[in-house]
């Protein structure tokens, strides 16, 4: 599991091969080309590629996405057809007064009508021993009793062991785009003080390196 370190990014962002714009992206949005007598030096803030989203940029609008490294939840819910899990970095905190969160979910996900239509839910910040757990509720919604876990009054399974908890009863939902954002106002909240965080950084998981 690779560490996420600082200088992992900040040798990225000074990085070499310069790729330039999408469709549609205006020539004055192309990037500086370091002439060949500059050698392997780059201007410092030079990205290695520019485009405008579009019907083909599906992959690298994905990779600059990923540029965000992110925690990593599982949300549960209870369904019709029982409990379920959810893997999910798009979570945030949005609110103190009152408590909210949001998380998007994919329209296309075989989950999605259960997370949306949910009531109550609950998202569980993971450890950095806990990237097995992702995985599994990344590909399946079901399978909990390879997990310790307890059921609440509404149903919704609380998994033991992570970072912190928060259970939430179903706020609102928006669309946007290929996604329903999803937010959670936040009725009980379950920390522990000590523990390292899961992290996912361009497609991998690892853990967080404080400098
Ligand atoms: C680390 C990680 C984070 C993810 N985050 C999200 C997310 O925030 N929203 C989302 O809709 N899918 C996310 N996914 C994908 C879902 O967990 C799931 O794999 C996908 O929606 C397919 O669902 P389905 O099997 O129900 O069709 C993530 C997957 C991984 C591995």
């Given at each position: 599991m690779p560490a996420l370190t600082g200088q992992r990014v900040h040798a990225a962002q000074c990085s070499g091969a310069v790729a330039v714009s999408g469709p549609g992206a205006p020539a004055s949005d192309r990037i500086w080309t370091p002439p060949a007598e500059h050698g392997t030096r780059r201007r410092?803030?030079?990205?290695?590629?520019?485009?405008?989203?579009?019907?083909?940029?599906?992959?690298?609008?994905?990779?600059?996405?990923?540029?965000?490294?992110?925690g990593v939840t599982v949300i549960t819910t209870q369904s019709e057809i029982g409990p379920l899990g959810f893997t999910a970095n798009s979570f945030s905190s949005v609110s103190l007064a009152p408590p909210l969160v949001l998380w998007s979910l994919s329209n296309t996900s075989r989950r999605h009508d259960a997370f949306a239509q949910a009531k109550h839910f609950s998202i569980h910040v993971l450890t950095d021993a806990q990237a097995d757990m992702a995985l599994h509720f990344a590909a399946n919604g079901e399978g909990f009793d390879t997990y310790p876990h307890d059921i609440d009054a509404q149903g919704v399974p609380l998994l033991h062991g992570c970072?912190?908890?928060f259970d939430c009863t179903h706020h609102a939902s928006h669309p946007a785009g290929d996604h329903s954002i999803i937010l959670g106002r936040v009725t009980q909240v379950a920390t522990k003080a000590t523990g390292a965080g899961l992290a996912f950084d361009q497609g991998q998981y690892g853990r967080f390196q404080p400098f």
């Open positions: 410092m803030n030079a990205y290695d590629l520019i485009f405008a989203p579009g019907p083909d940029t599906d992959v690298p609008l994905r990779h600059a996405f990923g540029r965000f490294g992110t970072l912190a908890r």
